[in-house]
């Protein structure tokens, strides 16, 4: 069982970044997948989440507006479209085969707690 985050980087605020979710090892159209973010120091914050089947999201208040997520089974992956990156963005991104807790509209099934690694998303002022 495996996530794989990818796409962090350094950009300015405005600007745009895409993390992927690249899953292996398990039923990826059986479960939701969910974004996270953590800021040395600080409490792990839900992003964003999707069901298993794309059909229902969930966006923090603080991203809403801002960050799309999708995915495509066939490939087995999710990403994150991150748009009007602000320096309050910058942090560890992960992803993780659940939704936050927050996230009540979302169906998804538990018994499976794999994380990614985490991507580095840094937002220049």
């Known amino acids: 069982v495996q996530l794989q985050a990818s796409g962090g980087g350094l950009v300015q605020t405005g600007g745009s970044l895409r993390l992927s979710c690249a899953a292996s090892?398990?039923?990826?159209?059986?479960?939701?997948i969910g974004w996270f973010r953590q800021v040395p120091g600080k409490e792990r914050e839900g992003v964003s989440c999707?069901?298993?089947?794309?059909?229902?999201?969930f966006y923090a208040d603080s991203v809403k507006g801002r960050f799309t997520i999708s995915r495509d089974n066939a490939k087995n992956t999710v990403y994150l479209q991150m748009n009007s990156l602000e320096p309050e963005d910058t942090a560890v991104y992960y992803c993780?085969?659940?939704?936050?807790?927050?996230?009540?509209?979302?169906?998804?099934?538990?018994?499976?707690?794999?994380w990614g690694q985490g991507t580095l998303v840094t937002v220049s002022s």
């Open positions: 993780a085969s659940r939704c936050p807790a927050q996230a009540t509209a979302v169906p998804w099934l538990a018994g499976l707690d794999a």
């Open positions: 090892g398990f039923r990826f159209n059986y479960y939701a």
């Open positions: 999707i069901s298993s089947s794309g059909g229902s999201t």
